[in-house]
């Protein structure tokens, strides 16, 4: 069974910096593409980073530049740095099969910008 289970998050003033981890099981990761996704309140999610296999990254236009996406295949992971978060960037983040796994989705980590 696919679980992906994030961790990080919390709390972070605008401009400021977070990192976000996330852990897969029970899918062949090494070779899975995997991206992250933000959940708004109303339940919409959207794209904002993938990575492939071979480490290629790309980014929705609102985040490029301020994002980065890693992977550590040994451990699973796939981690997301955001750099100069804005307030927009409020929100449940969540990680995935790029593209997602319908089933696949974990609970996520909540991300709250405040000064």
């Known amino acids: 069974q696919v679980q992906h289970v994030e961790s990080g998050g919390g709390l972070v003033q605008p401009g400021g910096s977070l990192r976000l981890s996330c852990v897969a099981s029970g899918s062949a990761f090494s070779i899975s593409a995997m991206g992250w996704y933000r959940q708004a309140p109303g339940g919409h999610r959207v794209w904002l980073a993938s990575i492939s296999s071979n480490n290629f990254a790309l980014y929705t236009d609102s985040v490029k530049g301020r994002f980065i996406t890693s992977r550590d295949n040994g451990k699973r992971s796939v981690f997301l740095l955001l750099n100069s978060v804005e307030p927009e960037g409020a929100g449940l983040y969540l990680c995935?099969?790029?593209?997602?796994?319908?089933?696949?989705w974990g609970q996520g980590k909540r991300i709250t910008v405040s000064a």
């Open positions: 995935n099969h790029y593209p997602p796994g319908e089933d696949y």
